[in-house]
């Protein structure tokens, strides 16, 4: 049976991705190996699924139809990393607004499918770092990022599938939920 690399999203206005990609020409100031996201591929994951069958894909796409959410306003955050082990791994900028109850409402849905998020942080990855020299110089570097705090509506969220390959990962919109 055919699968699909899968999660579910909240996509940008414009506005937004001018912003992200304003703050991503700040960041190859401080030397790094890594790479940063492409512009067509910025979006929040509310909940990655992974590789699915149609049979699972279809009761994903049915739950995800029945989720009443009303629409809401973000916000644009500060700016941060996660870090392994010391080293930054990735780059973000932090989203305030409903998206962590729309996140649980999704979760609750597909409880009966998937495990429930331990851990969610509203958060949009602008940058992917290998390696830097000086970690604690870097990790200050980005929080003092100028981020504008842009308000922008959301008004839906997105089934994406995901194929990967050597030129980076390719995003589809599999389908598209309105909230109410």
């Known amino acids: 049976m055919k699968t699909a690399r899968t999660f579910i999203c ?17 960041i190859p100031k401080k030397k790094f190996t890594g790479k940063l996201t ?3 591929n910025l979006h929040l994951t509310l ?30 955050g500060k700016s941060g990393t996660f870090s392994y082990r010391g ?17 649980k409402e999704i979760d609750r849905g597909l409880s009966p499918l998937f495990p429930e998020e331990n851990r969610f942080m509203s958060h949009l ?3 992917r770092i290998k390696y830097v020299r000086d970690k604690q110089a870097f ?3 980005i929080k003092q990022l100028p981020v504008k705090p842009l308000k922008f509506p959301v008004t839906e969220f997105k089934l994406m599938s995901s194929e990967l390959s050597q030129l980076g990962p390719s995003y589809k919109t599999m389908e598209s939920y309105k909230l109410i």
Do not use: C, H
């Open 10 to 26: 909240i996509e940008f206005p414009s506005e937004v991705i001018k912003e992200i990609i304003k703050l991503q020409s700040l």
């Open 38 to 40: 492409e512009p067509e």
């Open 47 to 76: 909940k990655f699924l992974g590789e699915i069958d149609e049979n699972k894909l279809d009761n994903v796409k049915k739950t995800l139809s029945k989720i009443e959410f009303p629409s809401f306003q973000a916000t644009l």
């Open 87 to 103: 080293m930054p791994r990735i780059v973000w900028v932090k989203l305030f607004g409903k998206i962590a109850e729309l996140q």
């Open 125 to 127: 990855t602008i940058a």
């Open 139 to 141: 990790a200050y570097f």
